[in-house]
């Protein structure tokens, strides 16, 4: 019914930005709140940021609070995270997440962020 992609991923120093994109396509229409994962091996998959649809209010993850910035796009094809001041520990895949209106989950496939020197 949807499907995720997500792009933006890459090797940045720390203190350094990255700007992840991740694209819906499907019946985007039906699509409530998309949400930003992150997961390290050997460890389980965290939230890093929430954003409701039309005027829902965004949530973070204190570990990120006013570093990183989720936003969305007005037609609801896209969602975004800014990510400033990225630290080491922040090295993970980052996923994609959306819940249609139906209680229905979908995933992307990740995208690579490594923060070092």
């Known amino acids: 019914q949807v499907q995720l992609v997500e792009s933006g991923g890459g090797l940045v120093q720390p203190g350094g930005s990255l700007r992840l994109s991740c694209t819906a396509s499907?019946?985007?229409?039906?699509?409530?709140?998309m949400a930003w994962y992150r997961q390290t091996p050997g460890k389980q998959r965290e939230l890093v940021a929430r954003i409701g649809s039309g005027n829902g209010s965004a949530y973070y993850s204190d570990s990120v609070k006013g570093r990183f910035t989720i936003s969305r796009d007005n037609g609801n094809h896209a969602v975004f995270l800014q990510m400033d001041s990225l630290k080491p520990e922040e090295t993970a895949l980052y996923y994609c997440h959306a819940r249609t209106k139906w209680s229905v989950e979908f995933w992307g496939q990740g995208t690579q962020v490594t923060v070092s020197s």
């Open positions: 499907g019946r985007i229409f039906s699509i409530d709140a």
